[in-house]
C-alpha cells in the first residue's frame, strides 16, 4: 500500500519560515519524482517545487525562497519555506510519480498571518 504523508504545516507569521516533510512509503522511493503542490481557496493546485535525482524545479511563487530537498535513505522529500507571505497560504500536497504510477499525500495546511 502506497502512502505519502505530509507534515510540518501549520500557522506562521509574514517573513517567517517552515519546513514541509512527506514520508513515503510502499514504492521505491529514489526513482520517483518527487514534488510539492499547493492549493489556496477558490483557485487551481499548482507546482511549488519537483525534485528527482539531483535536479530540481520551481513554480515561479517559489523561487528564491523555497527549497526542495530529498533523503532517499529516509523516503522523504522536503519543502523549506522561507519569507513566507500571506498569499502563500494554502494545503500543501506532496506528489510521488514515475510513468504511469501518481500518488498523493492528504495535504498539510499551511497559514501566513499575522
Known amino acids: 500500500q502506497v502512502q505519502l504523508v505530509e507534515s510540518g504545516g501549520g500557522l506562521v507569521q509574514p517573513g517567517g519560515s517552515l519546513r514541509l516533510s512527506c514520508v513515503a512509503s510502499?514504492?521505491?522511493?529514489?526513482?520517483?519524482?518527487m514534488s510539492w503542490h499547493r492549493q489556496a481557496p477558490g483557485k487551481q493546485r499548482e507546482l511549488v517545487a519537483a525534485?528527482?535525482?539531483?535536479?530540481?524545479n520551481y513554480g515561479d511563487s517559489a523561487k528564491g525562497r523555497f527549497t526542495i530537498s530529498r533523503d532517499n535513505g529516509k523516503n522523504t522529500v522536503y519543502l523549506q519555506m522561507n519569507s513566507l507571505k500571506p498569499e502563500d497560504t494554502a494545503v500543501y500536497y506532496c506528489?510521488?510519480?514515475?510513468?504511469?504510477?501518481?500518488?498523493w499525500g492528504q495535504g498539510t495546511q499551511v497559514t501566513v498571518s499575522s
Open positions: 525534485i528527482i535525482s539531483g535536479l530540481t
Open positions: 506528489n510521488g510519480r514515475y510513468g504511469v504510477h501518481d500518488y
Open positions: 510502499g514504492i521505491r522511493f529514489s526513482m520517483y519524482t
